[in-house]
């Protein structure tokens, strides 16, 4: 009987023909070995408008950057218990506006006699000032005696330190307390005169003013300012004149009404 030929070989054959089954694809490398993203650089973080004040814990500062408008956020129980003759209306203006100089007088009638050009001594805060609270500790720190001296504040709007347009006044007396200080609406209409004088500067600017010109106008202001608090005012072809003066020199019996004259027919 004749043997069948063995089909080993062509399955062997078969086999080696069939292609391999493709290797599995390696897994993805982990994000540890992944390529570390390129360094940024650091960004400088923008000045935060609100900046705590170096006088008084508390006592927040708002800057604007584009006009350099100063607007303080004071306790306004802190501003009463300084001052507790003060209302609770003027303590609320007043939390507001920064402090840029003071003037010190030995008591009232100094003051009233020839105004802030009479004070003994003056302090400024500028450019950025400080807070009325801080204003009135320095001011009282430097009283030898309780229950004396007379003081007056100079508040401001800006970044540029004293107003020449006038700025608001806070009139604090040693001796009883009392206050006479300017209020909202006052504040109001001097800070509006302040910001037409800015924008008056800003277009003198633009025209090609220089800044030796701008200086001179300021100094000019200033000298005005300081001719009125001296009880002097301009008048036309007569230049300065001093009020204090004129309500000094006696008037005539006529003027004062005392002499009377009699009636035509």
Same mark, same amino acid.
């Given at each position: ?5 063995? !089909? ?8 080696? %023909? ?13 994000? =540890? ?21 170096? /006088? ?8 604007? $950057? ?9 306790? +306004?129980?802190? *501003?009463?218990?300084?001052? $507790?003759?003060?209302? #609770? =209306?003027?303590?609320?203006? #007043? !939390? ?6 003071? &003037?010190?007088? +030995? ?18 805060? @500028? ?5 009325? +609270? !801080?204003? *009135? ?22 970044? !540029? ?6 700025? $608001? ?12 200080? =300017?209020?909202? /609406?006052? *504040?109001?209409?001097?800070?509006? *005169? &302040? ?8 277009? #003198? ?11 001179? +106008?300021?100094?000019? /202001?200033? &000298? ?10 301009? &008048? ?10 004129? @309500?000094?020199?006696?008037? %005539? $019996? ?12």
């Amino acid at each position: 009987m004749a043997e069948e030929p063995s !089909s080993m070989p062509a399955e062997k054959e078969a086999a080696e %023909s069939v292609e391999a089954p493709a290797a599995p694809e390696a897994p993805p490398a982990p994000a =540890d070995s992944a390529e570390a993203p390129a360094p940024t650089e650091p960004t400088s973080e923008e000045p935060k408008p609100y900046q705590v004040s170096r /006088d008084v814990d508390g006592t927040l500062r708002r800057t604007d $950057p584009d006009t350099g408008d100063v607007e303080l956020y004071t306790s +306004i129980e802190g *501003i009463l218990k300084a001052v $507790p003759s003060l209302n #609770w =209306d003027l303590a609320a203006a #007043w !939390s507001r506006l920064p402090i840029v100089r003071v &003037h010190l007088f +030995i008591d009232r009638s100094s003051y009233e006699r020839a105004g802030v050009a009479r004070s003994y001594a003056s302090k400024d805060f @500028q450019p950025e000032g400080v807070d009325l +609270i !801080s204003a *009135i500790t320095w001011w009282r720190r430097r009283v030898r005696e309780e229950g004396k001296g007379f003081a007056v504040f100079e508040g401001g709007f800006d970044s !540029s330190g004293a107003c020449v347009t006038g700025p $608001p006044y806070f009139k604090l007396d040693g001796s009883n307390g009392s206050v006479d200080a =300017d209020d909202m /609406d006052a *504040i109001q209409r001097k800070r509006e *005169i &302040h910001e037409k004088r800015r924008k008056l500067e800003q277009r #003198w600017a633009a025209k090609g003013t220089t800044d030796a010109v701008l200086l001179k +106008i300021k100094q000019a /202001d200033a &000298h005005r300012l300081h001719r009125k608090a001296q009880g002097e005012e301009y &008048h036309y072809r007569k230049g300065w004149v001093s009020t204090l003066a004129a @309500q000094a020199t006696p008037r %005539s $019996p006529r003027q004062r009404g005392g002499l009377k004259l009699p009636a035509l027919r």
